[in-house]
């Protein structure tokens, strides 16, 4: 079972910062897990949501996207909440580490992938949007995809066949035997998130599923 840190060591250090991601993998993780967005001019960074929160003075409020890449750099009051670019973040990945990239901002598929494209790391796309899964598809067919799921009423057959998926993302409470053998049955594996009971991981793994994103990697141990 791959053990993935949720936007980092989220539980130790503010989320989605290289220090976050660097720890979670001192702590054993076998990937990390994080969300990325684009400035106006195309720089990939990793922030989970589209506009800056308190932590960066007069630009709070502002979406990302409408800034470029030098006054967002410039923002943050402290090294602890700089958000980082992508490729910060790749180069703090040990050899055989993974990044999944969980897509947020719209329309940026194509940043998304020239940017996976300039790294030798290993990464996977996924995204609630489904559509920009399919978009991905098309752009860097070569670059693994998984899809987010939320509800137990989502068509995952139907989603898995539309993207390719490789992987499918549910919620921990969706989670049971019989999903976990649909989704291998429709040739995909499946990573449950975000899982923060030690019990629940290990139930999980004894039903066979591929991957457990959590907020606390210590606890897969």
Known sequence: MEKIGHRGAKKEL???????????????????????????????????????????????????ADLEWRALAAAAESL????PMLSEVFAVVPPGGTVYVEIKGAGIESRVAEALSETRVRCAVHSFDHAAIERMRELAPSIPRGILIERRDEDIDAAIQR??????????????????????????????WTVNDAAVARRFAADGIDGVCTDDVRILD
């Open 14 to 64: 503010p989320e989605n910062t290289v220090a976050a991601f660097k720890r979670a993998f001192e702590r054993g993780a076998d990937a990390i897990e994080l969300d990325v967005h684009a400035t106006r001019d195309g720089v990939v960074v990793v922030h989970h949501d589209p506009t800056l929160g308190s932590g960066f003075g007069g630009l709070r409020g502002q979406a990302i």
């Open 80 to 83: 602890s909440t700089r958000i």
């Open 163 to 192: 993207t390719r998926a490789r992987d499918v993302w549910p919620a921990w409470k969706l989670v049971d035997r019989e999903l976990i053998e649909r989704v291998h049955g429709a040739g995909a594996r499946m990573i449950a």
